[in-house]
């Protein structure tokens, strides 16, 4: 029966939500102690018996409001505290939320007959995402710092399990969460560009630059065709053994063919390694090859996708190649963040196509 009597007198701090039983509200004293720095107010005088009270009856003097009744100054307090952690978030998108928060602090007064709240929140919901833009900035410190050039399987492992916590789905439903989440996001996809997708990826940085719009803006398609991407389709195993294969199939016996002729769909290059992986996913190639004389060949044509991200991939078992190991977490880890990227609107999607033209391309045609 005790047990029972303890369970319903115990109360949380609204702050932290850890349990307390001390005579204040909302507070714990630990909790109550640091909301006195953070909102650079002086210790309250020891004869002071109520410190909570004190603090809540200092904000609404600090915003010039006075006689007001015990519920309106709680009220206010949460308020007040509530948007000075979001003042101390490095969040871009959080303008809007703030300006409603100021605007019900405006309107309790004496004379309000109701405390309105036009946009509703918890405030250990608030504290929460104050500590994750801590941590996140913590952490894209770090990842400006890492030399990818000599990045290992370690430091892949351990970007994962630092990174992960801001791809959350869970948060995208409140719209506090969300904008602070959203913004964690499109930094972190920022820094990613910026670091030529961790390991000198041109053509991806592009692609996923591209992706990054700001809330309600649309990306533009892209057409691709420059010396970087030539080089990297010409060096491709993936896309020489496709051409390969469609000159040994089409090519024998005329000296041009045109892919569009035999394969209206194209066909499908699905890139193993390097750039290409990073940045095509499922791309349809068509080719027109026309044979020269020395039996080299022609080629023109393109490679379309659609930049998404829209399924989560498992990670790949290998053997003994640490090298494709890492290739292979690194590319997971960043699809599946891009997948809850595009939930949040981060990455948008649009159409890629990549156009090339090789003269002279040559090619050992199987006997």
């Given at each position: 029966?005790?047990?029972n009597?303890?369970?319903?007198?115990e109360?949380?701090?609204?702050?932290?939500?850890?349990?307390?039983?001390?005579?204040?509200k909302?507070?714990?004293?630990?909790?109550?102690?640091?909301?006195?720095?953070?909102?650079?107010f002086?210790?309250?005088?020891?004869?002071?018996?109520?410190?909570?009270?004190?603090?809540?009856?200092?904000i609404?003097?600090?915003?010039?409001?006075?006689?007001?009744?015990?519920?309106?100054?709680?009220?206010?307090?949460?308020?007040?505290?509530?948007?000075?952690?979001?003042?101390?978030?490095?969040?871009?998108?959080?303008?809007?939320?703030?300006?409603?928060?100021?605007?019900?602090?405006?309107?309790?007064?004496?004379?309000?007959?109701?405390?309105?709240?036009?946009?509703?929140?918890?405030?250990?919901?608030?504290?929460?995402?104050?500590?994750?833009?801590?941590?996140?900035?913590?952490?894209?410190?770090?990842?400006?710092?890492?030399?990818?050039?000599?990045?290992?399987e370690?430091?892949?492992?351990?970007?994962?399990?630092?990174?992960?916590?801001?791809?959350?789905?869970?948060?995208?439903?409140?719209?506090?969460?969300?904008?602070?989440?959203?913004?964690?996001?499109?930094?972190?996809?920022?820094?990613?560009?910026?670091?030529?997708?961790?390991?000198?990826?041109?053509?991806?940085?592009?692609?996923?630059?591209?992706s990054?719009?700001?809330?309600?803006?649309?990306?533009?398609?892209?057409?691709?065709?420059?010396?970087?991407?030539?080089?990297l389709?010409?060096?491709s195993?993936?896309?020489?053994?496709?051409?390969?294969?469609?000159?040994?199939?089409?090519?024998?016996?005329?000296?041009?063919?045109?892919?569009?002729?035999?394969?209206?769909?194209?066909?499908?290059?699905?890139?193993?390694?390097?750039?290409?992986?990073?940045?095509?996913?499922?791309?349809?190639?068509?080719?027109?090859?026309?044979?020269?004389?020395?039996?080299?060949?022609?080629?023109?044509?393109?490679?379309?996708d659609?930049?998404?991200?829209?399924?989560?991939?498992?990670?790949?078992?290998?053997?003994?190649?640490?090298?494709?190991?890492?290739?292979?977490?690194?590319?997971?880890?960043?699809?599946?963040?891009?997948?809850?990227?595009?939930?949040?609107?981060?990455?948008?999607?649009?159409?890629?196509?990549?156009?090339?033209?090789?003269?002279?391309?040559?090619?050992?045609?199987?006997?």
């Amino acid at each position: 029966m005790e047990n029972n009597d303890n369970n319903i007198n115990e109360k949380r701090c609204v702050l932290c939500n850890k349990p307390y039983n001390y005579k204040y509200k909302m507070f714990g004293r630990r909790c109550l102690d640091n909301l006195y720095g953070l909102l650079e107010f002086s210790k309250s005088p020891k004869f002071i018996w109520n410190k909570e009270a004190y603090l809540c009856t200092r904000i609404a003097w600090r915003n010039h409001k006075f006689f007001l009744s015990k519920n309106k100054k709680y009220s206010l307090a949460q308020k007040y505290i509530a948007l000075n952690y979001l003042n101390r978030m490095n969040c871009r998108f959080l303008d809007d939320i703030k300006e409603k928060i100021s605007k019900d602090i405006n309107n309790i007064s004496v004379f309000s007959r109701n405390i309105v709240s036009t946009i509703s929140f918890e405030l250990n919901d608030i504290y929460r995402l104050f500590n994750y833009t801590r941590k996140f900035d913590e952490l894209i410190k770090e990842l400006q710092n890492i030399n990818w050039e000599e990045v290992d399987e370690k430091i892949a492992e351990n970007f994962i399990k630092s990174m992960s916590f801001i791809f959350t789905i869970t948060k995208k439903m409140n719209p506090i969460s969300y904008a602070v989440f959203y913004s964690m996001q499109y930094t972190f996809w920022q820094v990613v560009v910026i670091g030529g997708m961790l390991k000198d990826k041109k053509l991806s940085a592009r692609l996923l630059s591209n992706s990054l719009s700001l809330l309600g803006k649309e990306p533009e398609d892209l057409i691709i065709q420059d010396s970087v991407t030539d080089e990297l389709l010409i060096k491709s195993r993936v896309f020489n053994d496709e051409v390969k294969e469609l000159i040994e199939k089409y090519g024998k016996g005329t000296d041009m063919f045109d892919l569009k002729d035999y394969e209206k769909d194209g066909v499908l290059l699905e890139f193993e390694g390097g750039d290409l992986l990073y940045s095509l996913h499922k791309a349809t190639m068509f080719v027109k090859a026309t044979k020269n004389e020395d039996n080299t060949w022609n080629l023109e044509g393109d490679i379309n996708d659609i930049y998404d991200f829209t399924e989560f991939k498992d990670l790949k078992e290998y053997v003994d190649n640490k090298e494709a190991m890492l290739t292979d977490i690194l590319s997971t880890l960043l699809n599946n963040f891009g997948v809850v990227s595009s939930e949040y609107g981060v990455i948008k999607t649009y159409n890629v196509k990549i156009k090339f033209n090789f003269p002279n391309y040559k090619i050992k045609l199987k006997e």
